[in-house]
T-cell receptor
Framework: DSGVTQTPKHLITATGQRVTLRCSPR?????VYWYQQSLDQGLQFLIQ???????AKGNILERFSAQQFPDLHSELNLSSLELGDSALYFC?????????FGSGTRLTVV | AQTVTQSQPEMSVQEAETVTLSCTYD???????LFWYKQPPSRQMILVIR??????QNATENRFSVNFQKAAKSFSLKISDSQLGDAAMYFC????????????FGQGTRLTINP
């Protein structure tokens, strides 16, 4: 157990639907990063939150949004889903330059 | 923007032999971190080794070591005495010390260990 918890582990949904992915960072970590990994590709940075505030955005689609709550857990919302959104979505938390990744949520859009 | 390139999509090595995975990166910054991550079939991202750019000494972690060539912007990973459990995707990653400090990943190298 890395200390970063992601739920659910698997998600299958239809095109056009909306889903929410959840991430609880390691205790004490204020930063949460979201990454997308399409099949056999590297991880692409989506968005970062630090202590509840959005800190940076990467190549995140307008159909995607995220937030970080006062208890520091974060949610990634994906809407109007398309087949191409099928991927592994990772959350990572960071302190002192070291990242800890969750086990990911595998999203399959059918 | 920083970029990371892994030019070897696939590599294979005999068990107990040594293999080197290549990584180059592009940056205008002078201080940064570099990482190698391992992703086994479980898909978990596992930190293998980390290098701070200000350190001249190459990082080592047991059977894993790096060859960090700052001027050449090269950061290769050497795995000695390869074991079957080393089979995985390996990703090189760059982290700036400025701004968002996000990780920028290469496309990965799939390593196969032949018994």
């Amino acid at each position: 157990d890395s200390g970063v918890t992601q739920t659910p582990k698997h998600l299958i949904t239809a095109t056009g639907q909306r889903v929410t992915l959840r991430c609880s960072p390691r205790s004490g970590d204020l930063s949460v990063y979201w990454y997308q990994q399409s099949l056999d590709q590297g991880l692409q940075f989506l968005i970062q939150y630090y202590n509840g505030e959005e800190r940076a955005k990467g190549n995140i689609l307008e159909r995607f949004s995220a937030q970080q709550f006062p208890d520091l857990h974060s949610e990634l919302n994906l809407s109007s889903l398309e087949l191409g959104d099928s991927a592994l979505y990772f959350c990572a938390s960071s302190v002192g330059g070291n990242y800890t990744f969750g086990s990911g949520t595998r999203l399959t859009v059918v | 923007a920083q970029t990371v390139t892994q030019s070897q999509p696939e590599m294979s090595v005999q068990e107990a032999e040594t293999v080197t995975l290549s990584c180059t990166y592009d940056t205008s910054e002078s201080d940064y971190y570099l990482f190698w991550y391992k992703q086994p079939p479980s898909r978990q991202m596992i930190l293998v080794i980390r290098q701070e750019a200000y350190k001249q000494q190459n990082a080592t972690e047991n059977r894993f070591s790096v060859n960090f060539q700052k001027a050449a912007k090269s950061f290769s990973l050497k795995i000695s005495d390869s074991q079957l459990g080393d089979a995985a995707m390996y990703f090189c990653a760059y982290r700036s010390l400025q701004g968002a400090q996000k990780l920028v990943f290469g496309q990965g190298t799939r390593l196969t260990i032949n018994p």
